[in-house]
């Protein structure tokens, strides 16, 4: 079955720092990978997705995110962060084939002033 | 922008009550999905749903559960006999048909069950 991986529950960074957030991915094909977003009290936002074209995918607020097959990875960057990015955020990946999206268990970004 | 739209926001019932959590999707989309989240847990799929049938579910959704697109606009979750471990965090998502395959999920209703 298909499932994915964010390690760290819990990360903190800076204002203005980067932002890395992993993902790493099971599945013997490449799978169609999403970065979900969510606030506090709402629901989930996309913030970008991976569809087999572009490795590099740009996603909406500075974002980006790279597919690296041989790390069965799809880690969350932005080179600068902001004080509205402190939320959680999902990693999902959808199988070919399949409907349903697997989501990971969730990284709780904080930034510190 | 278009967006998912869900009621109510909150839906508080007693055990063994039955309770219809309501959708809606993005006008043009084809695609349907149900998913909760428990809290402090992760995002869970329940069901999806095409051309008026259930295409995929997961072993949460059994019998208790059912769907229904009523008319052109709305989707609906229905639980017939509610438990305490319903008490989640209920998404509806949709999707179009294009190929980046990409669901759009609503805000959410919680559903506490006491």
């Known amino acids: 079955a298909q499932s994915v991986t964010q390690l760290g529950s819990h990360v903190s960074v800076s204002e203005g720092a980067l932002v890395l957030l992993r993902c790493n991915y099971s599945?013997?094909?490449?799978?169609?990978l999403f970065w979900y977003v969510q606030y506090p009290n709402q629901g989930l936002q996309l913030l970008l997705k991976?569809?087999?074209?572009?490795?590099l995918v740009k996603g909406i607020n500075g974002f980006e995110a790279e597919f690296k097959k041989s790390e069965t990875s799809f880690h969350l960057t932005k080179p600068s962060a902001h004080m509205s990015d402190a939320a959680e955020y999902f990693c999902?990946?959808?199988?070919?084939?399949?409907?349903?999206?697997?989501f990971g268990t969730g990284t709780r970004l904080t930034i510190i002033p | 922008e278009p967006e998912v739209t869900q009621t109510p926001s909150h839906q508080v019932t007693q055990m063994g009550q039955e309770v219809i959590l309501r959708c809606v999707p993005i006008?043009?989309?084809?695609?349907f999905y149900w998913y909760r989240q428990i809290l402090g847990q992760k995002v869970e799929f329940l069901v999806s749903?095409?051309?008026?049938?259930?295409?995929?579910k997961s072993e949460i959704f059994d019998d208790q559960f059912s769907v229904e697109r009523p008319d052109g606009s709305n989707f609906t979750l229905k639980i017939r006999s509610t438990k305490l471990e319903d008490s989640a965090m209920y998404f509806c998502?949709?999707?179009?048909?294009?190929?980046?395959?990409?669901?759009?999920f609503g805000p959410g209703t919680r559903l506490t069950v006491t």
């Open positions: 006008s043009n989309h084809l695609y």
């Open positions: 991976y569809t087999s074209a572009a490795t």
């Open positions: 998502a949709s999707r179009g048909q294009g190929g980046g395959y990409e669901q759009y």
């Open positions: 599945s013997s094909v490449p799978p169609y």
């Open positions: 999902a990946v959808r199988s070919v084939g399949n409907e349903k999206l697997t």
């Open positions: 749903f095409y051309n008026n049938e259930i295409s995929e």
